[in-house]
């Protein structure tokens, strides 16, 4: 047994749907390695209970897991995912597991370019966001998402350990590890936010705004 089957036997249970829709990524899909998995998913709901969101941000839907799991952890009426995928071809997929789930009219799925959509919502909105798009637009992404986060909003940044690439420097043509590195090194420096970095899976960096 490994340490990640482990804690996976003693964490909460990964729901029946959620369990579809990986297997379901798995077949039908070229990188089905990105979708955020049990661990991860179990997290993301945990947090959103502890923050108690109204509106929470997603940048990069893909399957439509990660939005589900925070769905799944909103407890205020009303309360909203928000969540941004670029790529129309994976539209049917996750609005299919979102018409499945008993949470998915809590999510809002946008589709178009993130740099785009994050402007056209109001100051302050967010109270929690997610991070997980293009690697090479990431402190871009930080920048637009912060002014939109209330005081006291976290976000979390997914990928920020990027397969261990960050600790070696990268070749000419490797925009995503330049900008994972990029993103880290400038966030390490910046007194607008709190930051640490969790070593779950491939990294992740939680985010709270002062």
């Known amino acids: 047994m490994t340490i990640d089957e482990y804690v996976e036997q003693h964490i909460d249970e990964e729901p029946a749907l959620l369990k579809q ?24 709901k945990m947090l959103v209970q502890m923050v108690c969101p109204l509106n929470v941000l997603e940048l990069g839907t893909y ?55 994050i402007p056209t919502f109001g ?24 002014p939109k986060l209330r005081r006291g909003g976290l976000i979390v940044a997914d990928n920020t350990l990027w397969g261990g690439k960050i600790l070696e420097p990268p070749t000419s043509n490797d925009w995503q590890t330049k900008g994972v590195i990029e993103f880290n090194e400038k966030l390490a420096g910046d007194n607008r936010v709190e930051k640490v970095i969790l070593p779950i899976r491939d990294g992740l960096t939680l985010i709270r705004k002062k």
Do not use: N
Not at 75 to 101: C, N, Q, V, W
Not at 123 to 146: G, N, P, S, T
């Open 123 to 146: 100051e302050a909105y967010f109270d929690m966001a997610f991070i997980d798009a293009d690697k090479r637009l990431y402190w871009d992404y930080f920048e637009l998402v912060l």
């Open 21 to 44: 829709l990986g297997r379901e990524a798995h077949v039908k899909l070229l990188r089905p390695r990105m979708l955020s998995g049990h661990l991860q998913g179990r997290l993301l």
């Open 63 to 117: 399957t439509g897991y990660s939005a589900l799991c925070m769905a799944e952890g909103l407890e205020k009426p009303g309360a909203m995912i928000h969540t941004l995928e670029i790529d129309d071809e994976m539209e049917d997929f996750s609005r299919g597991y979102f018409e499945k789930s008993e949470y998915g009219k809590r999510i809002c799925l946008y589709i178009g370019d993130a740099l785009e959509i």
